[in-house]
């Protein structure tokens, strides 16, 4: 069923690009390539959740399990004191990850006091060519303080992430240039990177984006859905500290 879902998807791509021009061919295959990878992440999970029902039966009712996930040298939005910690791992080039900025935004505003949030990169370079630049462009300006002026300059800028693209966003978001470039392409900087999507791979991330409220993994990914785990946090902090 799954194999003709992904035959479907390719063909409608097909067809809904035989009179486009030729300047959009490129966005097409972009969608094309997020399909695929989407319904292979569905079919993977299927697999592990078929392969999983015997235990679940087995074991009943169990609390949602909560990861460990270190925050370390990742950006932060918010007190860093704060409770409650939600974890993001995204992909600068993914559409979804941009339509998810907002929905972000609105819980940090809901929560100024009480929640954080912890950016950590994940991206998809099978599917996004110029994710792992993007990622890296971000990390090096996190290096001058200024994370998070790059990382809505660059999800303003999708479709539009070369390196000549990310230099000129760099100068804009007011970068020591010759600086970022140093930083873009030292180890560190790689290292972090590398470090990041390892822990997103051990904690079951295998698609973008991922989101984990005090280790809980966002499932729905409404803000609905936010708001219950967080209240939920908060609960349990206030009752460790009654």
Known sequence: MLRAA?????ALVAVGGCDRRSEDLE???RDQREILFRLGSLTKAIEQAGSRAPAAAELGNQPPK?????????PVKGPRDAPVTIVEFSDFQCPGCKTYQGLMNQVLQLYPKE???VYKEFPLADI???AVNAAKAALAAGRQGKFWEMHDMIYQNQD???MENLKDYAQKVGLDVLRW?????SPEVQQQLSREASEGRAVGVDSTPSFFVNGRRITQGTVEEFKL???EALDGYRGKTA
């Open 66 to 74: 909560a990861y460990e996930i270190a925050l370390g040298e990742s």
């Open 115 to 117: 929640v954080k949030l």
């Open 181 to 185: 470039e140093q930083d873009f392409s």
């Open 160 to 162: 539009k992430l070369g």
């Open 27 to 29: 966005e097409i295959r």
């Open 128 to 130: 996004h060519a110029n």
């Open 6 to 10: 992904t035959l479907t998807a390719v």
């Open 229 to 231: 785990l967080i209240r």
